[in-house]
């Protein structure tokens, strides 16, 4: 059993920057492939980046590519996602996936969600 814990979320005006980190408990973290998804009101949730158990690969949605950057650190079972030139449409509740398929994009394991508001 995976648990995780997002931290980081808030208010932050349009343009500026935010880190969420995704904190997980048990001992085969390292082999996981992890994620972000989000998921604004009214709307499904969506994919937005997933990075290999070793950290060599990334994938991200077109919507937040060149703006966003996942990354992990495996001595810490933590992973991250800095989030930059945020926009009113990046509002969304943002969601830490545990054991992600990196091609179907199934998970295991969900966070239970951090809020991230960008005023216009």
């Known amino acids: 059993q995976v648990q995780l814990v997002e931290s980081g979320g808030g208010l932050v005006q349009a343009g500026g920057s935010l880190r969420l980190s995704c904190a997980a408990s048990?001992?085969?973290?390292?082999?996981?492939?992890m994620g972000w998804f989000r998921q604004a009101p009214g709307k499904e949730r969506e994919f937005v980046a997933v990075?290999?158990?070793?950290?060599?690969?990334?994938r991200y949605a077109d919507s937040v590519k060149g703006r966003f950057t996942i990354s992990r650190d495996n001595a810490k079972n933590t992973v991250y996602l800095q989030m930059n030139l945020l926009k009113p449409e990046d509002t969304a509740v943002y969601f830490c996936?545990?054991?992600?398929?990196?091609?179907?994009?199934?998970?295991?394991?969900w966070g239970q969600g951090a809020q991230v508001t960008v005023s216009s």
């Open positions: 996936a545990g054991d992600l398929n990196y091609v179907t994009l199934k998970c295991n394991y």
């Open positions: 048990g001992r085969t973290f390292n082999s996981y492939h």
């Open positions: 990075i290999s158990w070793s950290g060599g690969s990334t």
